[in-house]
């Protein structure tokens, strides 16, 4: 918790800006509204945090929520009564694309950059020569729900974040979570006290996946089907962990400041919808930001962080 | 280097990238002949040449990054920019080149330097630092331009389409550019600095050497390449385009291609030659599946693999070696 406090602190002065431009962001149809569309990046974030905690990334996960929602798309066709067997599916391939990054990066020694770029390449190539090159078919009603609808006036994708928020706290205080830190700050100390490297890392690509696949369930219903859905999405994850506080590298940071870096990522793209920097420049005021809020955390806290590049000039 | 056996010297992820070169074109001879055609033909020579000699540059840059230990994520935005530039200052007129490719050359090492200070001075990872820097330039793109722009004259043009015999002038400026980053690399003081910093940096600053300096160049050179890069792209598109950097995927491929040719992603080890025997390699598989008719996204899959199952097997000799 401690650790989440400065990205909270930031989280709350962008929501009371966002609030002050539009008071409707007060009340709880406007905020639940702004969750349900944070929903998605907030789950994927999860789901990369465990992957960068343990000193690995992942760039697959954009383009398996593309792959995920065109699949839906095309079992689906329409069909109501396939919406649970391909819900189920979707999970199995989330959790089968990250066994296989994970596996390919621990046991073949490739570092998980290159192994899931080139995943990244393979899932956008398989699932568009399957497709025929644009998405076919269409979603159920009773799988949009999942990004759309809600339970009365919550909507079903901040129930879902509740719940997938609630089991990756937990996950990261059982032992799981603290040999996955261990395993990410010093992968040869962790192996010689007996940590089994290579099974928590594997563990952690494959919640990734899962992430994955959920956010490819609630992004297919909020935003349709179309061979974009997941375009960037990997880059934005990484960059909401990381914002977060969670260092590149592995070994540090909370699961709690990665969402709150992706809720704080969202607030400050409807912050600037608002003050009507819109579309173009967005990008351009993003990108100082993210290098801004890093480097701010590198710098006041020095002491924490092993030497990375350039400390060494800046010491002699 | 002329003591190792030749059995050590295959151990070496260069040569294994232009074994399986020759071993690609010669899959690729009959599975073309197969299907009936003829691979290496004039025509295909020349499509593998100009295929790669974009892509190749930034790959060289791209190299220098990673041997410093740093990445670079903004090129593909940075060749969208200069594409622009370029084009727009010539705007037609053969007087206009030189200024034109100043102030390309200007603005990327502008850019490199950016990236190169951002992450020695502000500490911000290379990931973090140059996919911002990349965001930045995106914003700008977005916001000025809809579309192709300016217009780059005709002598210009030359660079992206003449050759001399089955040698394109685009491809001559690559092996230019490979040559002076090899020459670099490995007669030059800054070429063992580099390697020293990649390979362990407080090594590297306990022996005396300015750390941050060295990767604030390799950066500054890594944009530059980017930027001739950007020049060869406008030329060939006779103008400038907002996408061209993107739609070609130069950062992660290029990215990719410096990992095939054996150069460690963690800095320190590997070296030009095997860059461009890797992009040769992505170049070669292109070309067989043009020639073979294949869908272009099975192209995507086997790149993807292929990739991979290289980074592996040289994961293994390296194993194989230290043990």
Known sequence: MKRALPILAVLVVLLAAIAFVNPFFLEPAGFLAFAKRAAPLVILAAGQYFVIVSGEFDLSVGSLVTAEVVIAARLIDGEEPATWPVIALLIVIGLLVGLVNGVVTTKLRVPSFIVTLGMLLVLSGAVFLWSGGAPRGALSEGFRAFGRGGLGPVPWSVLILLAVGAAAIWLMRADFGKTLMVAGDNERAAALSGVRVHRVKIFAFMLSGLAAAVTAILLGGFAGVSAQVGQGLEFSAITAVVLGGVVLGGGRGSVLAAMAGAFTLEALFTLLNLYGISGALEFTVQGVIIIVAVAAGAVRLPWKFTPRKGDAHAAS | ?323
Not at chain 2, 158 to 166: D, E
Not at chain 2, 268 to 281: D, I
């Open chain 2, 1 to 323: 280097m002329n003591g190792i056996p030749v059995a050590a010297r295959l151990r070496e992820p260069t040569q294994v990238v232009f074994l399986a070169l020759l071993g690609l074109i010669a899959l690729g001879w009959v599975l073309v002949a197969l299907d009936g055609g003829q691979f290496l033909t004039m025509e295909s020579v020349v499509g593998i040449q100009q295929r790669s000699a974009a892509l190749g540059i930034v790959a060289v840059g791209q190299t220098l990054a990673i041997l410093a230990g740093s990445l670079d994520l903004s090129v593909a935005y940075l060749i969208s920019l200069t594409s622009l530039v370029a084009a727009e200052i010539m705007a037609g007129q053969d007087g206009n080149i030189v200024p034109a490719v100043a102030a390309v050359l200007a603005l990327s090492a502008l850019v490199g330097l950016v990236n190169g200070l951002v992450i020695t001075r502000l500490r911000v990872h290379a990931f973090i630092a140059t996919l911002g820097v990349a965001l930045i330039i995106r914003g700008i793109l977005d916001h000025l331009y809809d579309g192709p722009a300016g217009k780059v004259p005709e002598s210009f043009q030359v660079l992206g389409y003449s050759r001399i015999g089955p040698v394109p002038v685009s491809a001559l400026l690559w092996a230019g550019v490979a040559v002076v980053a090899w020459f670099l690399l490995s007669r030059t003081r800054l070429g063992y600095r580099i390697y020293a910093v990649g390979g362990n940096e407080e090594v590297a600053r306990l022996s005396g050497i300015r750390t941050g300096r060295i990767v604030v160049l390799t950066h500054v050179l890594c944009s530059v390449c980017a930027g001739v890069a950007g020049l060869l792209l406008a030329s060939r598109l006779g103008a400038g385009a907002p996408t061209v950097g993107t739609d070609g995927g130069y950062d992660l491929e290029s990215i990719a291609a410096v990992v095939l040719g054996g150069t460690a992603l963690a800095g320190g080890k590997g070296g030009v030659a095997g860059t461009v025997g890797g992009v040769l390699l992505l170049a070669v598989l292109d070309t067989i599946f043009n020639q073979l008719e294949v869908n272009s996204f099975v192209k995507d899959v086997v790149r993807g693999v292929v990739i991979v199952i290289a980074v592996a097997v040289y994961a293994r000799r390296t194993k194989g070696r230290s043990a």
